[in-house]
C-alpha cells in the first residue's frame, strides 16, 4: 500500500516569502506528527494532531510558523515570511492510533527547503 | 538541551562482525525507547524498540540493550550486512507523549 507522501520534495524559496508543505498520511491513521530536520542533526519535533485536533504545538519554532489538519487526513505546514535558518527538511510521520508512542510512526520522504 | 545523545557520528564494520551503535539519554522520564534507519532521501524507518521495564529486546539479527541506570541504551547488528549501511538514530519518549525526541544519528558503513 501507499506510504506517506509529500509534496514538493524540493523548495527553494527567497527570504521572506511564504511556503506551504503538504502531507498526505497512510490513509487512515489518526495521528499526524511534523518534525524538522537541520542538516546534520537529527529529526525535532514541531507538532501532532490526533485526526483534524492539534493537539501539540510545543515544538514550532515562532509564530512565522503554523500547521493544519482540517478534515483529518492531508495536512501542510505553512511558513510565512522565511528566514534562512528555516531550511532543513520537513519530515511529517504517521500512525494509526493515538495513546503513546508504542504506536509506530511511518515517514514520508520529507521536503527540502532552501531559504536564499 | 541535547537529551539525547549519540556521541559516534560514524562508524565503520567489516561484512559479518558486529556492529554496536551507541545512545545516552539526560531525561530521566524517558521510559520507551527506539531505534530509526535512514537511508539518503528517504524517510526514517522503525528498526526495533525496548520499554523500560525490559533490558532487552531482539528481532532478528538486531537486539537492543538499556541500562536505566546508566541511561544509555545500545543497538547490536548481527552479522552485519552491507544493505544496513545507513544513518541510524536513537529516540525516546516519555509515557503519555506522542512525540519522539531524536539523537543526532551515527552513520553506519558496512565494509564488504
Known amino acids: 500500500g501507499a506510504g506517506v507522501s509529500q509534496s514538493p520534495r524540493y523548495k527553494v524559496a527567497k527570504r521572506g516569502q511564504d511556503v506551504a508543505l503538504r502531507c498526505d498520511p497512510i490513509s487512515g491513521h489518526v495521528s499526524l506528527f511534523w518534525y524538522q530536520q537541520a542538516l546534520g542533526q537529527g529529526p525535532e519535533f514541531l507538532t501532532y494532531?490526533?485526526?483534524?485536533?492539534?493537539?501539540?504545538k510545543s515544538g514550532l519554532p515562532s509564530d512565522r510558523f503554523f500547521a493544519e489538519r482540517p478534515e483529518g487526513s492531508v495536512s501542510t505546514l505553512k511558513i510565512q515570511r522565511t528566514q534562512q535558518e528555516d531550511s532543513a527538511v520537513y519530515l511529517c510521520a504517521s500512525s494509526l492510533l493515538a495513546g503513546g508512542p508504542y504506536n509506530e510512526q511511518f515517514f514520508g520522504p520529507g521536503t527540502r527547503l532552501t531559504v536564499l | 538541551d541535547q537529551q539525547v545523545k549519540q556521541n559516534s557520528p560514524s562508524l565503520s564494520v567489516q561484512e559479518g562482525r558486529i556492529s554496536i551503535l551507541n545512545c545516552d539519554y539526560t531525561n530521566s522520564m524517558f521510559d520507551y525507547f527506539l531505534w530509526y534507519k535512514k537511508y539518503p532521501a528517504e524517510g526514517p524507518t522503525f528498526l526495533i524498540s525496548?520499554?523500560?521495564?525490559?533490558d532487552k529486546n531482539e528481532d532478528g539479527r538486531f537486539t537492543v540493550f538499556l541500562n536505566k541506570s546508566a541511561k544509555h541504551l545500545s543497538l547490536h547488528i548481527v552479522p552485519s550486512q552491507p544493505g544496513d549501511s545507513a544513518v541510524y538514530f536513537c529516540a525516546a519518549s516519555a509515557s503519555g507523549n506522542e512525540k519522539l525526541t531524536f539523537g543526532t544519528g551515527t552513520r553506519l558503513t558496512i565494509i564488504p
Open positions: 494532531f490526533q485526526n483534524e485536533a492539534q493537539l501539540d
Open positions: 525496548i520499554s523500560s521495564i525490559k
